[in-house]
């Protein structure tokens, strides 16, 4: 634990740094931030001798992306305005991909192309709640992605209340039977995200289990750990054989205002309107770009994240962050040279409603040798974790990539383990890969809301993220071949 | 500045604390306000020997009410929870006022009345907004109130816009005439609230001016600090003869969004639906409940904060917590003993609309003499300045408020002017007044929105408030004197 003594000693120097932006809680965040990265770039200073375990090509890469990247933020920028929310499956997402292939072919890339493929289309409708008795109140409320419609009349019932998915799953029929159910929760915001797993099944299980009970419908505590009327949706799927019913998500704030209204003890009745519709088949696809490599034989290095978004933010966090991140690290490699291995940069569609785009990936180049796959679908708030799966035989590779990244204030976790959600099948199917945690504390404030805007990405903490990148490429790549000519488009 | 650098020194001492808490801004800032309520606190402690300028028994109700207060949130968690929304002049703001003579009877108070009032009413209907073009894609907008209904198929029409209130008014009507404009502005935050004033101007003037020049419609960037996707509402009155066109406040991401569209150079098309509704005149009313003073002789101190709420939120901070302030206050008096003057509670309705229950209590009371009147209107962080306008005459009694305040971190301000709301005018009239002012620097995050909600208030400052409450009442009481047998009901 001594290495996380000498980092609190860091934080406490930055102390008064820390009370003179007292005034604003997220720039306090972002000033604290500022002075780690900061005082972790101390290698920059040329007094400061680095360590001889790290190739000094590769400390040039990471350093200058820290102190000058562009591209991510021009990528999530861009992304972000010009096209907006990008539901999978909807014309939104079509504009999305014509938009990645232009920015791809613009950066420089090769081989720029869309793998398509279908997917079941489902869109939000006009959507409302309302407590009726006893104390008449609207509420907010977002139908959860797969949610059957309430007609445009919607449906009103005696709202039954749960403090856990177990309580649900150990109530009698006759309790759920004909009821408006809602299951409360308590996910807490952690650094490593854990919580969304546990204390997201109310949204995940629930609605499954209220229909096979026999409920008119369900509304769930907003999976998230901020506290404003911004409801989180995300998908959840009916399975056994389960009727689907109406099903949505109260903001948190509502969610703990039906609990003190339940609290007084009389009988609560919702009035509940949720139109959302399945469209049948429609189509998604992954947009493909490319570093080329000195040997082509050689597997490539997979980076990527999901350009499709929920409907109801713009998507920057979740993921024009991710997709953004992936791109250009990639770009800056190329434009330092020819890296031996090949860079394959894929942004998966339709990832929020069912992994389409990674699982039609797997069935497309699942069989094929990958050098790694490494994907980012967490945010843009600093790494501090890197995880790796290359196997036994590659440990040095995985333990240079944790001396390169300690610079940036990263911890080396596990050299046996990696994940991703695209990414995740393939890495069970035993593919290699790694993965650079992003600091989750606030990432479930925002993950899923109409607050997943451009004004939640820190760019500091973005250029933290790409420098990490462009450190694991670098390092990964086989080495980069500079230019005769330093001139490069 | 010494008196700053001394409390610098207390704040670097809370820095661990700081921190570890950073895993959460809000609750990082809840410690911190903790740390401090927790140093000013001291003179409990009995070792520690407090200013003999400071009455013992103005200390003692000042220090157990930091202490142990719940009669405010009993009132702001009540309120909030069982009426919810409570816009001026509709059945909700009634069942409000049934409420609240409810609960100031059974809290024991005496004379409890409404004193009602007619005035104009005004609601929100469904209201939407959408980018055409070049990008389209949904923006969250709200009704300004007073704004003219655009009807159910809305108004489309190519966005003019503007850096500020300035540049509109410079505009030729050319620019303006069948446009939708939009106005920007960069409000900051500021501990004092100061710059609602200035950059409030878009709202409050934006819609006439717009207006007068031929504008189809307008919308602005939320008059607010935040950046979440709640967008603020707030009256604004089409002045000068200006015909009344829809009006509206984009959140603050979704300002800064179009300003992106807009540098991107091409023409912007808005679709804006905005189903506003004038429903005629209604009734509201002033709830006034009493603390009878030894002798009814003497003028009453009035302590007050506004019933009604805007509509988008349950008007916790606005302005649940400045009633629940002011009847807490009294309440703790009346339990301490009979005080030689009257303490007045007065409720006022309608003020979001117009200040009308303010400018009611005026026709009616304003010619008769007052103690003193205080507002509460600004929240229910920490009170950290004292404002007093009692008059050269009574320079000591405004000096021992001063000092029995001290101890709570409350600075006094000045001596010659006092501010409020609803008592505005009066005090504009002349009569006497003090005002307690709250850290504002977070209010204007959440003022005027959906968030306005109870988790927003945090119980250990609101307790700081009536304490400074109780203190300022203990002073001017002209003393209270204790009940003969101490069980009192």
Known sequence: MDANRD????????????????????????????????????????????????DPKVAALRDAALEGDEHAWDIVEGLTTEVGPRLAGTEAEGRAREWAVRKLKAMGFANVRVEPFDMPVWVRGHESAEILAPFPQPMVVAALGNSASTGPGGVTGEIVAF??????RAAPNAMVRGKIIFVDHRMPANQDGSGYGQFGAPRRQGPTLASQKGALAIVVRSIGTDHHRNPHTGVMTFSDGAKPIPAGALSIPDAEQLVRILKRGQPVTMKLVLESRNLGTGQSGNVIAEVPGRDPSLPPILVGGHLDSWDQGTGAIDDGAGIAIAAAAAKRIMDAGRPLRTIRIVWFGAEEVGLFGGLDYRARHGKEPHHALIESDFGADKIWK????????????????????????????????????????????????????????????????PDDTLDKIDPAQLRQNVAAWTTVLAVMSGGIEEPKSRKRR
């Open 7 to 54: 980092l609190m000693v860091d934080f406490r120097r930055t102390a008064v740094t820390i009370f003179h932006c007292a005034a604003s809680p997220l720039s306090m965040v972002r000033s604290l931030i500022a002075a780690v990265l900061l005082a972790t770039a101390s290698p920059l200073a040329s007094q400061v001798h680095p360590s001889p375990q790290v």
């Open 386 to 449: 890197v995880d790796s799966k290359l196997g036994e035989a590659r440990k040095a590779e995985a333990e240079a990539i944790g001396k390169a990244l300690a610079p940036l204030g990263i911890v080396t976790g596990s050299l046996a383990e990696a994940d991703g959600s695209d990414i995740g099948p393939m890495l069970g199917d035993g593919l290699p890969g790694v993965a650079l945690s992003q600091d989750g504390t606030r990432y479930f404030d925002i993950h899923h809301t």
């Open 163 to 168: 403090d856990s998915i177990d309580a649900l």
